[in-house]
């Protein structure tokens, strides 16, 4: 059973960055693949970016891609992600999940574990 806690949400300008980070534990972290999901209210959760177990291997959405970064730090039992030129419709709670599956998970039942989320709002 792994937990999952997000955390370094909160208010940012348009144009302003954020990183969130997910802190793993009661699992081994280094054995799960990694996510970041995310869902704006009356919305369904969406795919943001994915990281491979050892971190070198990375996938984002459309939405994501050059602005949002995804890593991970094993030995901290860490995930984070970067996020740059935010824009009002970033505006989003932002969840952090863990997969014991093979390959690239870009769906919300590729996941097994899942942290609480963490609101991000951008003001225009």
């Known amino acids: 059973q792994v937990q999952l806690v997000e955390s370094g949400g909160g208010l940012v300008q348009t144009g302003g960055s954020l990183r969130l980070s997910c802190a793993a534990s009661?699992?081994?972290?280094?054995?799960?693949?990694m996510g970041w999901f995310r869902q704006a209210p009356g919305k369904e959760r969406e795919f943001v970016a994915f990281i491979s177990r050892p971190g070198d291997s990375t996938y984002y959405t459309g939405f994501a891609k050059g602005r949002f970064t995804i890593s991970r730090d094993n030995a901290k039992n860490t995930l984070y992600l970067q996020m740059n030129s935010l824009q009002p419709a970033d505006t989003a709670v932002y969840y952090c999940?863990?997969?014991?599956?093979?390959?690239?998970?870009?769906?919300?039942?590729?996941?097994?574990?899942w942290g609480q989320g963490t609101q991000v709002t951008v003001s225009s």
């Open positions: 009661g699992g081994t972290f280094s054995s799960h693949a």
């Open positions: 999940a863990a997969s014991r599956r093979l390959g690239v998970a870009v769906t919300t039942g590729n996941y097994d574990y």
